[in-house]
């Protein structure tokens, strides 16, 4: 009994060490990944803005932002590396020691006439098939404790409710194209007290073409974006034949209307797979498509024209 005490009282002993390490490496994990965050904003931005960092003389200012942050990484990453690389010698010394305390015990027992050796065999099996068990647990918790925060992570992601939806008897179709905006004003902050766009008065009739002028961040790309709703306007109307933005099918304009960013935006693919997006359009409209925007002659001269392959955000 006392051989059998030795094993089963361990037990809780080593998981509750294990979870112990789980609990600090997870919160630790999350503040490490915050900060793999925060260092990729550093390093896209300087990049981003190379030109203003050397008008600026402020390359020595943007090295020193992105060292800062890659020491609180590298710190943190490190200590939570000696501490994960504990479990598994903790959990073998733990086996060792409960070895030899249940050989001490079983051999003494064995000499007092009080246990036989063939059930101080079968102890042996039974514990360390256990003890075994939790050693590849704690190794299996590595893993999990690693994958947890960016499981969190795309979990927030999946679940983030949408706050622009389409009315319950939506139009599902555009079938003419005259644009209006009435006195609109939109920020993008409720808790700004200044507006982005403000009393914005604009009438595009079927087949104009206008353009709007002004510095940058004056609100141009803001004004197309609640074209398509990607935003809703706090004030004003936004009308497209009469009708207000919010009682079509937020379907039915964005396959109506066609945006062109000022940056190009690719995913990782061909260029058939970046046209296609998903969707089972035929070789003619695909070539319809390349024709109209007037890409047919550049994809042409590559070599494997539409299965040649593109970079994400590059070309």
Not at 95 to 119: F, M, R
Not at 209 to 224: L, N, R
Request: glycine fraction near 4%; charge should be positive; aromatic fraction near 10%.
């Amino acid at each position: 009994m006392k051989t059998r005490n030795c094993f089963s009282s361990n037990y809780p002993v080593i998981i509750g060490g294990i979870l112990l390490v789980y609990r600090f490496v997870i919160v630790n994990y999350k503040k490490l990944f915050k900060q793999y965050d925060q260092l990729n904003n550093l390093a896209k931005e300087s990049i981003a803005g190379a030109r203003v960092v050397k008008s600026y003389h402020q390359q020595d200012n943007e090295i020193q932002k992105f060292n800062r942050v890659a020491g609180f990484i590298y710190k943190n990453f490190t200590k939570i590396e000696r501490i994960t690389a504990l479990i598994s010698p903790i959990v073998l010394f733990c086996i060792y020691a409960l070895a030899i305390a249940t050989a001490w015990i079983g051999t003494n027992n064995i000499v007092d006439g009080k246990l036989d050796i063939g059930s101080l065999a079968s102890v042996f099996a039974y514990a360390f098939q256990m003890l075994i068990n939790l050693l590849l647990l704690s190794v299996v918790y590595v893993t999990i404790i690693t994958a947890k925060p960016s499981k969190d992570r795309i979990i927030e992601v999946l679940t983030e409710k949408i706050d622009i939806k389409d009315k319950k008897y939506a139009i599902d179709t555009v079938s003419d194209y005259e644009v209006e905006y009435k006195d609109v004003s939109f920020k993008y902050v409720d808790t700004n007290p200044h507006q982005n766009l403000e009393k914005i008065n604009i009438k595009i009739k079927k087949g104009q073409t206008i353009g709007i002028i002004g510095p940058t961040g004056s609100g141009k790309t803001s004004i197309v974006n609640l074209l398509t709703r990607l935003y809703e306007c706090n004030e004003g109307q936004v009308l497209l034949n009469n009708i207000q933005l919010n009682n079509y099918s937020i379907k039915a304009l964005r396959d109506a209307i066609a945006i062109v960013p000022q940056k190009s935006i690719l995913y990782s693919g061909t260029i058939k797979d970046n046209i296609l997006m998903g969707r089972n359009y035929s070789d003619e409209e695909v070539e319809k498509a390349i024709t109209q925007a007037q890409a047919a002659e550049f994809i042409n001269k590559l070599p494997n024209k539409l299965d040649s392959i593109v970079e994400q955000k590059w070309n």
